[in-house]
């Protein structure tokens, strides 16, 4: 399962075309994956999406694992949307792309952990965002 989360960096995002397609991206995940997601039945992850901007910037490239929930299973994957992304140059590609590889790097730290996590249920939400992103 997937939760995206969103983290721009400043209110010259408001309307632009990355806010616009990841908030397109969060709706798609919410109405695509189980309802109960979050009830420590199974693993699930939440890419959250860093856009720079005038007042915040990633403070790495690429992905961060964060937070990991026992409770939740859940685990935070933080991704650095790099500048040329941002400006608007390839977003629904880097949207696909981005969440293939935290769902790779999430069924790594899970069965770390030994913990199953159903890729195939997060590429169904991948594909129906790429869908709708196109």
Do not use: C
């Not at 997937?2 to 995002?13: L, M, S, Y």
């Not at 919410?30 to 007042?55: A, C, H, Q």
């Amino acid at each position: 399962m997937i939760a995206i989360g969103v983290e721009t960096g400043g209110p010259e995002h408001k309307g632009s075309a990355i806010r616009e397609a990841l908030v397109m991206a969060m709706g798609v995940a919410m109405r695509v994956r189980d309802k109960n997601y979050n009830d420590g039945s199974e693993t699930w992850i939440n890419p959250i999406f860093i856009v720079p901007g005038s007042l915040l910037n990633p403070d790495f490239e690429g992905y961060k694992l964060g937070h990991f929930s026992k409770k939740e299973k859940g685990l935070v994957i933080q991704i650095a949307v790099p500048q040329t992304v941002a400006n608007g140059e390839n977003i629904n590609s880097f949207i696909g792309n981005s969440l293939r590889e935290a769902v790779r790097l999430a069924a790594t730290r899970f069965q770390s952990k030994k913990l199953s996590f159903s890729s195939l249920k997060a590429e169904k939400i991948i594909l129906s965002i790429e869908a709708q992103l196109s």
